[in-house]
């Protein structure tokens, strides 16, 4: 076995012990994770009653998205008050009292932070309405007069639609339009005025004066827009998120970094190895490894990892060169399946057709996949994954094998992209539904009342949480087990040495002790020699009539080396 050219260019990822470099990080949709008060929205204190089963996970911190005050036009990511809690999820008081038991528990806290956009209904943005073009109010924003009866330029909304909104002067007369990369209720920043700067600065220390233990950064490839705002086509092929080898004027600008070089200092007067984590979607691997270079964030989100199909070769491909791309600037790789905003990998690894990022999938869709299939090859990806050297992220209910909800009435939808694309694209609700905690509840214990603010599909009761509690072979005791053995055998910490072998449907690698063996073939293939004398720790799938020696089809195994 030879060593990767990533464990060689990157000691730190086995020899240094900050937390984040090896933490495996639970993402938190606060609506959508457990109801306190029976309105049918998940609210604070619904996550602080449900900590403990977090902390049997054996994660490592929470991130929660949004909760702040807002409009809520698109779920929280709409900020009106950076600094307070939405009533809809509580108040402050609820939030130290979740930090609180969080600690005591041994979870880290990690918030969303939205610096890309605000709220229209921000009072920054309503003094801009109210204010004369070229005032001081204006320039906290991205005003532009229009193209004779046009838009500044042709730029389109990620969620559909123009990228522009005018607006009407006191007179009646047409007047600027504002930027807005998402929905016209959330207007840009112009990130090149100082009073944006100081305000987010203030922010991130009222949080971290809280307590806070970082923040995963919303958009953080966005904030900076290319000098003139020319016209630009994007490759319809392209992710919307901007994931495409030729980056868009308003994606990945370099002025992003001296920004994050401010926040790491605030982030660094404080004690207790406090991280920032960037939601930057670019390509390659080497652009998005420059978000985390020593004096700027301390994680990125593997987006290139996510968006791998359910194939051997690409993700052996992608595992290299993460590895050898985040270390070559001394910072961990993370993996991700699954989250807020993209189809639940318990669906999306069975699907034929291409990987639907940002636009959803629903009753129309065509070639909708076996839920079997798409289950057996989610426990099989997460196995695999979670022996990565490393860090790791997991979205709530994934351990429970969720599907995407596929059957949301038209009427229950609450994604603006459904709404800018009149019903052309999804959306994300299907991956926001509530979470089932007992099977025999009024909304699956999400909420005593029955209420839930997305319809919860019937057959997620045998998804509940206390269900799967019981049964050993259930996906919760399986990502049980893999986690305790990830810690237990420190393989966030360790190093990556492939396995050779012909079969091109078989990975095969060392992570110090632990070998791990996945199968993504539709037959079961023979073991490599080295499990000979070895120890078994764990499966993906139940034991089956398998032969010994072979390792079933879709399925990945993790052995103790002697």
């Excluded at 532009?144 to 990228?163: C, R």
């Excluded at 092929?237 to 992003?256: F, K, N, R």
């Excluded at 990125?300 to 595992?319: G, H, K, M, V, W």
Aim: aromatic share 10%; proline share 8%; hydrophobic share 35%.
């Amino acid at each position: 076995m030879t060593q990767t050219r990533a464990e060689a260019d990157n000691p730190l990822q086995s020899e240094d012990s900050q937390w984040w470099r090896s933490s495996v990080i639970y993402q938190i949709y606060p609506r959508s994770f457990a109801d306190s008060n029976a309105d049918g929205m998940g609210d604070l204190r619904g996550i602080t009653q449900h900590l403990e089963s977090i902390a049997q996970l054996s994660v490592d911190a929470i991130w929660l998205s949004p909760f702040f005050t807002s409009p809520q036009k698109d779920a929280g990511y709409d900020v009106a008050d950076y600094c307070d809690v939405d009533p809809l999820f509580g108040t402050l008081a609820d939030f130290d009292e979740m930090v609180a038991r969080a600690h005591e528990l041994g979870l880290k806290v990690i918030i969303d932070l939205v610096p890309n956009h605000c709220s229209d209904q921000h009072p920054w943005f309503q003094a801009a309405l109210a204010a004369a073009p070229g005032s001081p109010e204006r320039d906290r924003f991205i005003f532009k007069d229009p193209v004779q009866q046009g838009h500044p330029n042709n730029w389109e909304s990620v969620f559909g639609g123009p990228m522009w909104t005018p607006t009407t002067n006191p007179d009646g007369s047409a007047g600027q339009s504002y930027l807005h990369i998402f929905d016209s209720s959330q207007p840009d920043f112009n990130w090149k005025n100082e009073d944006v700067r100081a305000m987010f600065r203030d922010v991130l220390r009222f949080w971290l004066d809280r307590g806070t233990d970082g923040f995963r950064v919303d958009v953080a490839h966005g904030l900076i827009k290319a000098e003139g705002l020319p016209d630009f086509t994007p490759d319809p092929a392209g992710a919307s998120m901007g994931g495409t080898e030729e980056l868009a004027p308003w994606w990945g600008q370099d002025g992003v970094h001296e920004i994050y070089r401010e926040w790491r200092q605030v982030i660094d007067e404080y004690e207790g190895d406090r991280v920032l984590c960037a939601e930057a979607w670019v390509n390659p691997l080497s652009l998005m490894a420059k978000w985390v270079r020593t004096d700027e964030m301390h994680q990125a989100f593997n987006f290139p990892y996510l968006s791998c199909d359910y194939d051997a070769q690409q993700l052996r491909e992608t595992i290299d060169e993460s590895l050898h791309e985040f270390g070559a600037v001394g910072a961990p790789s993370t993996w991700v399946l699954s989250n807020h905003d993209v189809v639940r990998h318990a669906t999306r690894l069975a699907l034929t057709d291409e990987n639907p990022q940002g636009e959803g999938i629903g009753p129309k869709t065509p070639n909708l996949p076996d839920p079997a299939t798409g289950l057996r090859r989610a426990r099989s990806s997460t196995a695999l994954m979670l022996a990565l050297p490393g860090g790791a992220y997991l979205y709530q209910g994934e351990e429970l094998g969720l599907p995407e909800a596929v059957d949301l009435p038209d009427d229950a939808r609450q994604d603006p992209t459904w709404f800018r694309t009149n019903g052309e694209r999804y959306g994300r609700d299907g991956c926001r539904v509530p979470l089932p905690w007992k099977g025999d509840a009024p909304s699956y214990g999400f909420s005593d009342s029955g209420k839930s603010w997305l319809p919860q599909p019937s057959s997620w009761a045998s998804y509940a949480r206390d269900l799967q509690a019981e049964d050993p072979d259930s996906t919760l005791n399986l990502y049980r087990q893999l986690l305790q053995l990830r810690k237990d055998h420190g393989l966030g910490t360790g190093g990556l040495e492939w396995v050779p072998g012909d079969q091109p449907d078989l990975l095969a690698f060392r992570n110090g002790k632990v070998l791990v063996v996945a199968n993504f073939g539709a037959a079961p293939l023979a073991l490599p020699p080295l499990v000979q004398d070895s120890q078994e720790l764990v499966r993906s799938q139940p034991r089956d009539s398998t032969a010994p020696g072979m390792i079933p089809a879709e399925t990945t195994m993790w052995f103790l080396l002697a």
